[in-house]
């Protein structure tokens, strides 16, 4: 995704923003859950599902990373997010990678 959005100036990454914003509004107008960092795992199954590649990309992660549970369930909500900044509707591959990449930022280096 870095790629493509070289030289994007602050009013296009502005307004993409408040478009992901608008989407999740949207999203959970039936719902006591306001943004994709709160959604629960029913949510999730509902609004995150990565597409079959992305979930296999998900799953070598999990097991090479030995992430948690919970950690699967936060890396979703993150691709989610960076699916609704490209607008589009389905999880896929490079939206999970990104997010496990920041994933890995979170975890600390070995000694």
């Known amino acids: ?9 602050s009013a296009i990454i502005q307004q993409r923003v408040t478009e992901g914003g608008l ?7 039936d719902s006591s859950t306001r943004s994709n960092a709160g959604m629960s795992r029913r949510e999730l199954g509902d609004f995150a599902t990565p597409s ?9 992660a999990m097991q ?14 993150v691709a989610r997010t960076i699916a609704d900044l490209v607008g589009v509707e389905t999880i896929d591959t490079p ?3 990104e997010a496990v990449q920041y994933r890995g930022l979170d ?5």
């Open 52 to 60: 079959p590649a992305a979930l296999k990309l998900l799953e070598q």
């Open 1 to 9: 995704m870095g790629d493509q959005r070289r030289g994007e100036s």
């Open 64 to 77: 090479r990373m030995q992430l948690s549970a919970r950690a699967y369930d936060r890396i979703l909500e």
């Open 95 to 97: 939206h999970l990678a």
């Open 23 to 29: 989407d999740q509004e949207q999203r959970f107008l």
């Open 107 to 111: 975890r600390p280096l070995p000694v």
